[in-house]
């Protein structure tokens, strides 16, 4: 999100007064929305629209086994998935009008699972998730069905996990970045302790912003609670995007300050 400082010369009759022209890159921001299981992309395109409004590239996709490739939902797995994650972000950051030094990821449940591995495989700076779900590390090849067929899920996503046990929570340690954390206040499926060990794995990030949606289940199935989620996720973009270019504006404006003082001073000698 590098922004330009320029001088400029401004006629004014038969004189010319002096000008700083400050203005953005003419790359943009990046928000990668990722759909959680069941969903699709169509359920993102409300929130990439109004994303899309603070100046920022968006892309919405669906995960194999979903959508047109709906017939693969009995057998596609955690890594064939991941690797759609992985190929919508490098195509996406390839785009020209995209600054890939300025990503943001959005998952959502089983969506917001592999938006945390990504985190270790691709360069993401701001990262949102939403009732993120966890599962075990073991049968990591097996159809993403099977593994609601495991006894043990339940109780597994209601006890503590050191980040150390579990590759999603890893990754998230390994995060340094910019953070959004929403949990649903209802949420049966990704239950209050899951949020927690996530929160926990993401001590390491630069920010960390925790949201409860009241009254929320975890398909977010309210019309008040949708909304509340959005208003929440485009205010925390609107402001990592602002405060990430007034930052880099200040950086600009104190090095040609930097620049002035030291031509002032030479010039002095």
């Not at 968006?58 to 995960?63: I, N």
């Not at 089983?110 to 779900?133: D, E, I, K, M, N």
């Not at 593994?147 to 043990?152: G, K, Q, R």
């Amino acid at each position: 999100m590098e922004v330009r400082l320029d001088t400029v010369e401004i006629g004014t009759g038969q004189e010319q007064v002096s000008g700083t022209l400050l203005s953005p890159a003419p790359l943009l921001p990046g928000v990668l929305f990722v759909h959680g299981w069941g969903g699709s992309q169509e359920h993102d395109l409300g929130r990439a629209r109004q994303a899309a409004g603070i100046g920022c590239v968006c892309l919405t996709f669906d995960l194999r086994g979903h959508e047109r490739t709906a017939a693969q939902w009995e057998t596609v797995s955690r890594p064939q998935n991941l690797d759609d994650l992985l190929a919508a972000y490098d195509w996406f950051v390839a785009r020209p009008d995209v600054d890939p030094a300025a990503i943001a990821v959005v998952g959502i449940s089983y969506g917001g699972y592999l938006s945390s591995l990504l985190t270790a495989l691709r360069p993401v700076r701001w990262l949102a998730l939403r009732s993120p779900a966890l599962y075990k590390d073991e049968g990591w090849d097996l159809p993403k069905r099977r593994l609601h067929e495991d006894p043990d899920l339940h109780a597994f996503r209601r006890r503590p996990l050191p980040w150390q046990d579990n590759r999603a929570l890893a990754a998230c340690h390994g995060f340094g970045g910019d953070v959004l954390l929403v949990e649903a206040e209802h949420d049966e499926i990704v239950p209050h302790p899951v949020i927690e060990n996530y929160a926990a794995a993401l001590a390491t990030a630069a920010s960390l912003t925790r949201r409860r949606i009241a009254d929320a289940d975890h398909a977010f199935s309210g019309k008040p609670q949708q909304k509340a989620y959005t208003d929440v996720l485009v205010g925390w973009l609107t402001e990592m995007v602002r405060d990430a270019r007034e930052r880099e504006a200040g950086e600009k404006v104190a090095e040609r300050k930097r620049i002035r003082r030291a031509e002032d001073i030479a010039a002095s000698r």
